[in-house]
T-cell receptor, first 115, second 117 residues
Framework: AQTVTQSQPEMSVQEAETVTLSCTYDTSESDYYLFWYKQPPSRQMILVIRQEAYKQQNATENRFSVNFQKAAKSFSLKISDSQLGDAAMYFCAYRRSTSYGKLTFGQGTILTVHP | NAGVMQNPRHLVRRRGQEARLRCSPMKGHSHVYWYRQLPEEGLKFMVYLQKENIIDESGMPKERFSAEFPKEGPSILRIQQVVRGDSAAYFC???????????????FGPGTRLLVL
């Protein structure tokens, strides 16, 4: 079974600085998708970024980028120029590349942004 | 294009009552997923449905829980004879059909917070 591990229960960053959230996963599949979701205090789940495993290029969405290391099964999220609105719980998630697929989530990392 | 809609947003039930949670997927989405988030935990998959079909219910408890996605209307997650341990946030997500090429991304609703007294 696939597992997703986020080893950092909490992280903090100063406003305008850069922070990296870690995620590792375990799978025997060669093709799959990886996601980062953000859950602010409202508890709405918001998609931040996604990565297809067959793509070598790391995904980027404005201030958010990932470092995808397929051999190491690592998928970290870098947030540049952190803003107060980035404060939230961040979840890493995995999905098999089949005709459908449930998401397997990590335990989450609480990010605090200090002004 | 409206996002995934869930109602009610908050639901309070006493032990032994039934809870009905509704989810309307995004327009054009025919795949619906239900997840449960217990306090201080990540989301856990419960069930995956397409119109009129349950595709994968491997994460749903065998007793008291059921789900449907009728041809017309929202998807319903039903919990019978609720217990305190059912208190959680229940999230619905939807995605496009595979043929549309965007099937890999699930978009989440705002969740229903169920509190069992």
């Amino acid at each position: 079974a696939q597992t997703v591990t986020q080893s950092q229960p909490e992280m903090s960053v100063q406003e305008a600085e850069t922070v990296t959230l870690s995620c590792t996963y375990d799978t025997s599949e060669s093709d799959y998708y990886l996601f980062w979701y953000k859950q602010p205090p409202s508890r709405q789940m918001i998609l931040v970024i996604r990565q297809e495993a067959y793509k070598q290029q790391n995904a980027t969405e404005n201030r958010f980028s990932v470092n995808f290391q397929k051999a190491a099964k690592s998928f970290s999220l870098k947030i540049s120029d952190s803003q107060l609105g980035d404060a939230a719980m961040y979840f890493c998630a995995y999905r098999r590349s089949t005709s459908y697929g449930k998401l397997t989530f990590g335990q989450g990392t609480i990010l605090t942004v200090h002004p | 294009n409206a996002g995934v809609m869930q109602n009610p947003r908050h639901l309070v039930r006493r032990r032994g009552q039934e809870a009905r949670l509704r989810c309307s997927p995004m327009k054009g989405h025919s795949h619906v997923y239900w997840y449960r988030q217990l306090p201080e935990e990540g989301l856990k998959f419960m069930v995956y449905l397409q119109k009129e079909n349950i595709i994968d219910e491997s994460g749903m408890p065998k007793e008291r829980f059921s789900a449907e996605f009728p041809k017309e209307g929202p998807s319903i997650l039903r919990i019978q004879q609720v217990v305190r341990g059912d208190s959680a946030a229940y999230f619905c997500a939807s995605s496009l059909p595979r043929t549309s090429g965007g099937q890999e991304t699930q978009y989440f609703g705002p969740g229903t917070r169920l509190l069992v007294l």
